[in-house]
């Protein structure tokens, strides 16, 4: 088993803390696992005895009647209320099963699962924890429903650190395999190449799609696919709604409006398939409404969506990168500066703007820079910021890390993801 070392460092700091603990990401990235294992062995290593730990998971039948928050609430405090000298955990996995229901002996009002999650947070024995696999099923905006009283703990795909730890072998030969079949952790225990490509393959027909389809009430899910395909090709490229609805409509000889396409993706986007980065003005100091950069949140169900026939280096390596920054717990967006010299006035991007509280970097993704061309584009964009934040190229093809005589340092692929460079 993989030590999601990083998540449960996050859990432990967060134990009593009076708030919620909320733990989101993509289903089967292993939530369940860092809450229902690694969290409760470290309870059990920590002196604490299993009745004292309360589980739930909702997706199986045995719990269905705990789908009611109500029936849930009343369970729970019959529990902590009984032995009220006693500290419990409660432990809920996929929340988002859970249904709006009508309080009767309350006035007949209309409760979710936030309002007796924030009722249950009230019980000074009790500390609470659940997982969710959609933004929308637990809320976009977790801060506001749970009243300002929860820690999120976003929980991804593995990372190629983890994924290494488990593989280990050649480090450029596990990458391979992590750049075509991704970090969902039931990768790891699949030995063929057809068994994990058929994986990846049922998993988003069987799982996902049928998740954002049935949550959102989704009438075209042609259109939704057509959508899907579109993002996968599209990763690292700049795109927009317009862009995506003009390509579907040329394809499906249908005026297609650009406002739905918009609507899908953002629910594409709550289910955390993928994410967004915005461009960033880095002199203008502000952001563009379009076009944006659209990465997916794991590669391998990227390369299945488009049965393994687009498997373009660069760009893969480029939502990498973007997926570790990110989990990291790095602000990232698409800079963008502007080259005035010749009487030009044309808009060059740095792929990364990446933010650490008052600290800032810059970082180009470059697969191979052995042409002068490819060598002067990636580090004009760089010298073009005029400032004095560290600026980084991120390259597949040096064995080494150095700086240049611009102070940029060149950064080598799989030092980057292993964690052998500081970055600030």
Known sequence: MVKRNRYLEKLTRSMWN??????????????SVLLFELFAEYLHESGVDENSIIKIELDKRRNYKFRNPIVLCEYIESIVQTNSNKQFY?????????????????????????????????YKNLDVYVT??????LSSDIATEFRGRATQIHVYPLSFSEYYSAVVGEERAALAQYMLYGGLPHILSLQTESDKKEYLLSLYKELYIKDIVERNGIEREDILNGILDMLASQISSLTNPTNVANSISSMTKEKINSALVSSYIQH????????????????GKSYFNYPNKYYYT?????????????YDEGHIMENIIYNELVLRGYSVDVGVVVDRTKGQNAQKEIDFVVNSADKRIYIQSALRMSEDEKVTAELKSLLLAKDF?????????????????????????????LERVELF
Request: hydrophobic content about 35%.
């Open 18 to 31: 009076g708030e919620i603990k909320v733990i989101t990401g993509i289903r089967r990235c292993g939530k």
């Open 90 to 122: 409660l432990l809920i996995d996929e929340v988002q099963f859970t249904q709006k229901v009508v309080d009767k002996e309350n006035g007949g009002i209309e409760v979710t699962i936030y309002d007796l999650l924030n009722e249950l947070n009230g």
């Open 132 to 137: 969710g696999s959609n933004s929308k099923g």
């Open 268 to 283: 594409i986007e709550n289910a955390f398939l993928i994410s967004t980065a915005k461009r960033y003005d880095v002199k």
């Open 298 to 310: 794991d590669l391998g169900l990227r390369n299945a969506r488009l049965n393994y026939r687009q």
């Open 389 to 417: 934040f560290k600026k980084i190229i991120i390259r597949m093809d040096i064995p080494h890390n150095f700086y240049d005589e611009n102070g940029i340092f060149h950064c080598n692929l799989i030092d980057f993801l």
